[in-house]
């Protein structure tokens, strides 16, 4: 076999080598690129250094994207997530925002303005944080309004059957605003976070309307302080 030079790159430490080697092995797998040339042309090294530059310069361009940022990879959720929100059919009540940005959809609020039962002309913030593994997990959602409910916790903790043992996947966050919204038009005594406000609701829904009124324009319901919230 006829002997030849071997320009060898190494990537990783942007070196070349030149070796004679009598025989063609695979140093691929070890980050080099094999460059050949004929010793017959001395100027060949110099253009093969030249040629790694090059492209040395192009990998870093590409991984930077052209000087920005490299594009963020979206996990299914994010691809789902996404899906989900440009196929909203949001009732007139109910508005969405995101706080951070498009970018960080997983992140967002959600503001609901019931028209019409006890809550009417209230104005009640949701956030929502959803899972990378989302729809196989329901989204976690928080209510920021501190509100007199049966089926909210002065926490902002939200029971809703479909965020808990009734979410599947076929579920969407379409589903879950749908669900807030019949939170404050048809209220539960039945399965209650806030037992107090529930048994006022079964046993005297005159005195639990006249609470949640106040405690909507920013007064007291028992040892409970609330925030103005109509508008």
């Known amino acids: ?13 942007k070196k070349v080598f030149v070796t004679d080697l009598l025989c063609i092995f695979n140093v691929f797998s070890l980050g080099f690129f094999i460059l050949f040339y004929s010793p017959a042309s001395q100027n060949q090294s110099g253009i093969m250094i030249r ?5 040395e310069k192009q990998r870093e361009a590409a991984e930077n994207n052209n000087g920005r940022a490299p594009v963020k990879k979206q996990s ?3 691809l789902r997530l996404n899906k989900d929100i440009s196929e909203l059919n949001l009732p007139q009540t109910t508005k969405i925002s995101f706080p951070n940005g498009k970018d960080e959809l997983m992140n967002f609020e959600v503001s609901i303005r019931p028209d019409e039962g006890y809550y009417r002309s209230g104005k009640f913030e949701f956030t929502f944080q959803v899972s990378p593994t989302y729809p196989h997990e329901a989204p976690k959602v928080k209510c920021k309004t501190k509100v007199y409910h049966p089926n909210i916790d002065l926490e902002g903790n939200v ?12 579920l969407n ?10 939170l404050f038009t048809h209220p539960n005594h039945e399965d209650p ?14 005195t639990f309307e006249a ?18 919230c109509i508008y």
């Open 193 to 206: 976070l806030n037992h107090e406000a529930a048994a006022v609701l079964r046993d005297n829904p005159k």
């Open 76 to 78: 299914p959720g994010e």
């Open 211 to 228: 609470n949640v009124r106040r405690a909507m324009s920013g007064g007291y319901v028992g040892n409970n302080t609330f925030s103005r």
């Open 51 to 55: 040629l790694f530059k090059v492209k």
């Open 159 to 170: 029971c809703l059957n479909i965020l808990r043992e009734d979410w599947k996947p076929v």
């Open 173 to 182: 966050i379409n589903t879950v605003i749908y669900g807030l919204n019949y």
């Open 1 to 13: 076999m006829k002997k030849i030079d071997i320009v060898i790159v190494d990537v990783k430490e």
